[in-house]
């Protein structure tokens, strides 16, 4: 099939329906009915100044009844006229045509046959006023008609073409020169009324055009309201609605009839967006906007609905109007309260800790900054703690990460429920938790508070039927004027925490300046662990271990110091803890056990050696391999050795497994400093420890205190171990140490740290 011309698609589409030609022949005819009295009374005026100054009285009956006749139509013109206008006579399209049609031909008739009667008998001058009056009538008539083409076309011709044959009945050339100025007249008029009535009809059709348009754009925008979450809004510029779509009033609960002229500020007043969050800072903004006349776009709006709360998004712009301050505002909205939603989901999450519910890291140094500004201006004072729990990590290794989860839990809630509304309690990561003081008197009352959570922390915590004794050490800091900022805060609270941590476990302790040193330090000695210990640096030192019956040593304690060139002489219960964070342990604690095996390759076969060991080194994969390394390298044997681990190290599975490991080697394990920590009878039963090293805290009790000792002395022999007793500095303490069957003690009644030489020269006299 072939492509219609464009011109011919063009003509279709401007052709009028019979429908459409039936509307407009109506329009046409009702503005002509309008325009009909004004006509008449024209109409009426002319007759009467052509009977009163042109038609001669003794004119015989014709002329006479003349102006009977012509009145006649002009009333009657007028009286319908009035009447349809009214609404008295109920308009009929063929009838009021055919009526029309016959006012305007009688009317012309009766102007032309006036004038073939009176041009005979007129003079010059009257003759002039007739063909004047005659030009204004037709003229006049084809203006009022020219709505309605054919019935222009019947006035023109009924009162032209009589009028043309009185002109060309009349003598003389002046007749003859005016019936062709009417035949140039009449085709002009015709003409004329032609081209109106096309404009009227264009304009007809251009009004159709428009209504087509209208038409499908509405049903395209209902169709779109109905099926899209999207709906379209309009106001005039004093921001009252012209436009809710029926959806979105239904969707809101309203009616759209009743929302049409009230203002949005009512509307939203009504649905409570005031009242909810955010909204009066969204309302604030369109208001802006409007005041300025500027779009906006995505406002977020809440809106109640039906006693839920829903988010609609607007976005719009004014459109001049016709007057300069004249403005109407279009634009969009949709529901987007799913999506606000789940928005508001993923926000939560990212400032909630997914395990304990706190707030987590982010949300928590969001909240700092924020108090920190407003302690900046002026209001109260805030203070900063960080809270590390002390046992969790071996809770965490031994019993697994599920049971570790439900302390943090636990531990979480109760933190929550000690700090209430005055504190922000905030989960920072792993055991770690930090609470903000939003209001501090002094120091004292934080440290008070402070206790409160020591308290509920010592609580042991149960879980899946483990009695779990956790505790915490807290650090804090307030600040002493108000221009810290947010990190100042930070640094100082996690340096008063290491401190407390440092000090021992349920400690809680203040920021010093002091700590900023040891701070300093810290990070000097990291800096020179990660460029690395040589050998060389390290001096060892020996602590001897006397036997109490003998007097004679039987076994020292290295202690390591490192010769570092920028902070001097280092000792290892200093810098091995840097290694540990470091993560240097095993390669630092090879280099002290093979030096420690060295100097004992230089001793008597008979004296121990005591090296400390972390829990970390115990860890290694190549712990094993590398104490039977050393040990064959330099001839020790391994019953020579003890590795003492301090009670308070966390002991994992790995650990336990090196633990073992080196046992089957032949080298003793000892409990460091028992009853500082947290081990239990079972650990010392399940482990292969062969001696317990009782702190001195115990030792150094006046004599009549000697039977907690005695009890501890004999709770670690009815174990199968043997306890060596530390701190014994004066000769009572070793009485007191021989009375209770000690047999080995440190402390000055066995002498102090000295080096390996100095400790050779002793042990060729012991052993002479």
Known sequence: MGFEPRSALLAEQRALTAAQRRDLRNRQITVSFTMLPWAAAVHLLVVLGLSMYVIPEDGGLLLRAWPIAAGVVGLVGAYVGVAVRRGAIVQSEHLAYIFLAFEFAAAG?????LAIVLYPILDDAGDLVMTGTMAAIIGAGALTTAVLRSLGVIWILSS???LGIAFWQQPGPEFGRLLISLLVYGTALIAGTIVVSGHIEGRYKAELSAAAERTVAQMLLDDFEGNAADFVWETDSKGRFLRIPSRLAFDAGIDPAAVRGVSWQQLFAELG?????????????????????????DVMLPVRVRDAIRWWKLSGRPTPGLAPDDFVWRGVGSDVTDVKIQSDEIVRMGLIDALTGMPNR???WLELERSVRNSEQGKPRIALAMLDLDNFKSVNDTLGHSIGDEVLKEVGARLVEVGGAAHLCARLGGDEFAILFRTVDDHDSVHTDLLSYVDILREPVLVSGNRLDIGCSIGFHVPADRGQTADALLVAADLALYAAKESGRGTILQYQHSMQLTATRRAHLLEDIGNGVSPDDIELRFLPQLDVASRSIVAVEVKATW???RLGMVPATEFMVVVDDAGLSSTVGSMLFEKACSAASKMPGDIRLAISVSGRELESDGLVDHVAD?????GVLARRIELQLTESSAISDRAKAGMRGVAGLGVSLTVDEFGTGFSSLASLSDLPFTRVRVDRSFSGTVPGQWPI??????????LGLEAVMLGVDSEVQLAGAADMKVRTVQGRVAGEAMTLENLMRILSVHHE
Request: proline share 2%; no cysteine.
């Open 709 to 718: 000792l005695a009890a501890v002395v004999t709770l670690v022999e009815s």
């Open 160 to 162: 032209t073409v009589i």
């Open 273 to 297: 967006s005031y009242e909810l969050p955010g909204g009066r800072d969204a309302l604030l903004e369109l208001e802006k906007a409007r005041s300025a006349k500027d779009a906006f776009v």
């Open 563 to 565: 010769n570092n060139a």
């Open 630 to 634: 050393a040990l064959d390298r330099w």
């Open 109 to 113: 008739v009766l102007y032309s046959a």
């Open 362 to 364: 982010h949300n928590f």
